[in-house]
């Protein structure tokens, strides 16, 4: 083991550790402005309660997802300085961007949304909601557009003298076609974890406290959480389908790697189950659905699918000797459990739909524990698509410029990697403990009592302090 070897480890777990937050927050600020925006319609008490209640567990998560988020930008000067150098010029604008612009309107608004309950009026605090949700979704856009351009680098030249990547296009970085898929395969992805949260602390009020004078509106929560998780899965299978045949044309490595597919076929058949060698290196046995991946990867039955073999081969006359296989096993079955944790959420849902059939309200111990480890299971498909999507690349950190090994810090020893990645595991630990805590006690105390109007008064003059009126 080198700094190397820890250097990734470290980014891996911060990474995952971090992405656990965003899908939840960018997810549930759209929902909640959703119901904010069905009470500010309707009147109905039932909406400001649930948008009150699911809006606290937002604000939990929000802030959770902040601290942690801090740490990847330190970890680029730490650990990865010789990448920072050569992409800097062209991460430089949309990062820029996203903390100047995305960023500051999501924390402003959300500010304002905050403690501006009653001092606000009604329409111009829906749109502060609205705001805060927009500008997340924005933050989302402009890291996605840096990752993008990571897997299919575009709008750039290498400058001769310095060996730096240099931006000549920033529309081109914005418009990557990777860049426009990704983001709504990740937006999709965000609501399946957010509707999915809804529905399981919805189901365990209605399991648990049978009766319950808020029942009517717990039952609406999870009918309609399952609701948003159904078409969320919806979503991320459409997009996901193209985002296949997209990977295809600028990555077939890692589509080849995700298949475990050794040899170019024409057509090429998906393999549901590949038993390979420990190391990746070949098949043994393979289950398979004949054509399914030519029309995955191509959109044509009869389509070719490169082989990892052929690849390398073809990678390394254009690169130089080495090898330019990511770790098969990794991406075969990240790629598989991403899809098969997603259908697992989409299963539920549609259990609770049923259990809410002819106005039934839902019981058993089933459907409870099912439900309560539904939000986990849409967490774990973001996570290994993830996996997928960064594993699947190397040994690129950028693909056809940059090697992973050729962007770590040269000063940087061993040592002074092992024990940050130490420090940041422990602080993770405890932050997670706290995230968790924190989730489960406010989820468990239920829906605020019924509150009177919060649109404030202008006929009262005085110097009220602000506050988030529970």
């Known amino acids: 083991m080198d700094a190397l070897d820890v250097a990734r480890w470290q980014f891996g777990v911060t990474t995952v550790y971090h992405f656990l937050f965003v899908p939840l927050t960018i997810g549930l600020s759209v929902l909640v402005a959703i119901l904010q925006t069905m009470w500010h319609r309707t009147g109905d008490q039932r909406y400001l309660k649930l948008t009150k209640f699911y809006g606290k567990l937002f604000l939990i998560n929000f802030a959770m997802g902040i601290v942690t988020g801090i740490v990847q930008e330190f970890q680029f000067g730490m650990n990865w300085s010789d990448y920072s150098r050569f992409v800097g010029d062209i991460f430089g604008a949309p990062l820029a961007i996203e903390a100047l612009v995305a960023f500051f ?19 111009i605090h829906l749109a502060t909601i609205w705001a805060a949700a927009l500008g997340s979704t924005f933050s989302a856009y402009f890291i996605l557009a840096a990752n993008s351009w990571m897997q299919n680098p575009v709008g750039y030249r290498i400058n001769p003298d310095t060996g730096r990547a240099e931006l000549t296009d920033f529309l081109a970085v914005l418009t990557n076609k990777v860049a426009l898929i990704t983001f709504p395969h990740t937006i999709a992805g965000c609501f ?11 189901l365990w009020h209605l399991i648990r406290h049978p009766g319950h004078t808020d029942t009517p509106t717990y039952r609406f929560a999870a009918r309609f959480g399952a609701w948003v998780t159904l078409a969320a899965t919806a979503g ?16 077939p490595m890692k589509m080849a790697a995700a298949e475990g597919l050794y040899t170019t076929e024409s057509p090429a058949a998906f393999s549901v189950l590949t038993i390979g060698t420990l190391d990746g290196s070949r098949e043994i046995y393979a289950l398979k659905i004949p054509y399914l991946l030519s029309v995955l990867g191509t959109g044509d039955p009869h389509g070719t699918v490169q082989g990892i073999d052929d690849l390398q081969a073809q990678y390394t006359a254009q690169y130089g000797p080495g090898s330019y296989t990511p770790i098969i096993p990794v991406t075969y079955w990240s790629f598989r459990l991403m899809i098969g944790f997603g259908l697992a959420a989409a299963a539920i849902a549609l259990w609770v739909l049923w259990a809410h059939r002819k106005g039934r309200t839902p019981r058993g111990k089933w459907l409870l524990r099912a439900g309560l480890v539904m939000p986990l299971l849409p967490l774990a498909a973001n996570s290994f698509g993830w996996i997928f999507t960064e594993m699947g690349r190397q040994p690129w950190i950028v693909f056809g410029e940059m090697l992973t090994r050729d962007g770590v810090s040269r000063t940087v020893s061993l040592t002074e990697v092992l024990t940050s990645f130490t420090a940041f595991t422990i602080v993770y630990a405890t932050l997670a403990v706290i995230e968790v805590r924190l989730l489960v006690r406010y989820a468990r105390t239920g829906l605020p009592e019924d509150t009177p109007d919060p649109t404030p008064d202008d006929t009262d003059d005085t110097d009220r302090p602000l506050a988030f009126a529970y």
């Not at 999501?106 to 009604?122: A, K, M, N």
């Not at 991320?236 to 990555?251: A, E």
Request: glycine residues 10%; aromatic residues 8%.
């Open 105 to 123: 309107l999501e924390s402003t608004f959300l500010g304002l949304w905050i403690f501006g309950w009653d001092r606000l009026p009604r329409r």
């Open 192 to 202: 399946l974890v957010a509707g999915s949260l809804i529905v399981a602390v919805a």
């Open 236 to 251: 991320v299978l459409i997009t996901g389908d193209i985002q296949g045949k997209i990977m295809t044309d600028v990555q």
